[in-house]
């Protein structure tokens, strides 16, 4: 491989290994949050000891389903890690085809030898564009951490002495941490499948470059039972953050209208005040 091969091609490892840590980052919850969120799943509550906010902690919504759904948000990080831990094994195997990693990779996909030509792409317009929306995403929602503190769960929960929480990004967009989350998630995803990648060059997902590997490699790849397992993981991983986003969208109207519920003429302020959910000016 040539030097500028090499140094494209260590340049979207380390890309997409800083991608894989913000998404880490972002999809764990603050130790406070984390265990609130812990306590209330576990069906424990805490009563509120002021008068004024005399509701104790709660989780909206069936606890079953909220339990999955933290579950899958836990799981996440580590499968991004996994793809990333899986491309960057297979940068080094085309880089240095007689290294442990390349023999590590012919286990993998049977194959006779790793594709030299299968990460030997630069990065590309779309894949750093895709790298700063991660980046954007992730100071979002680390943002939105240190902003709302104690309240900042990654499930529906209503706290004892509640506060609307209007400073920091909330001041911008009233569902900020959502914005970050589609951004850090949507990047991630759009790196993980980007063309020069393992996935697309292996076949998980289709390449348009098949015609150039060698045939013995490009059938080995198909033919990996790993191959196919890693597939299949990263099509629910596509699918589950495809969902998650639609889900999101509609938990914000019920956070909205639970919001209303208890802060009343507060929350009607806040709203024409701060009328867009997610980004400013359009929606």
Not at 173 to 187: F, N
């Amino acid at each position: 491989m040539v030097s500028g091969q090499l140094s494209g091609s260590l340049c979207r490892g380390l890309l997409l290994a800083s991608a894989a840590l913000a998404h880490h980052i972002s999809s764990t919850p603050p130790n406070l949050a984390d265990k609130t969120s812990a306590r209330l799943l576990s069906g424990q509550e805490e009563k509120a000891s002021d008068a004024r906010n005399s509701c104790p902690d709660q989780i909206h919504g069936p606890r079953l389903l909220n339990q999955i759904g933290m579950a899958l948000v836990r799981i996440s990080p580590y499968t991004v890690w996994f793809f990333t831990a899986l491309e960057l094994i297979v940068r080094i195997a085309s880089a240095f085809p007689s290294s442990p990693a390349a023999s590590a990779v012919v286990r993998m996909f049977n194959a006779s030898a790793p594709a030299t030509t299968v990460l030997a792409s630069p990065v590309t317009t779309v894949y750093f564009a895709a790298f700063v929306a991660v980046y954007i995403g992730y100071r979002i929602r680390t943002s939105c951490f240190a902003t709302l503190g104690r309240h900042f769960t990654f499930t529906h929960t209503t706290l004892s002495e509640h506060q609307l929480v209007k400073d920091g990004p909330y001041s911008i967009v009233r569902h900020a941490s959502y914005s970050g989350e589609v951004l850090v998630r949507g990047g991630t995803i759009l790196m993980l499948l980007a063309p020069g990648g393992w996935a697309y060059e292996f076949g998980v997902i289709g390449s348009r470059y098949a015609n150039t590997l060698s045939k013995t490699v490009v059938d080995a790849a198909f033919g990996s039972p790993f191959a196919r397992l890693a597939g299949w993981v990263l099509v629910f991983h596509v699918c589950w953050a495809t969902f998650n986003t639609s889900f999101l969208i509609w938990r914000s109207s019920i956070e909205d209208a639970t919001l209303k519920e208890k802060f009343g003429a507060e929350w009607e302020a806040y709203r024409k005040q701060v009328p867009c959910k997610f980004i400013p000016y359009i929606v």
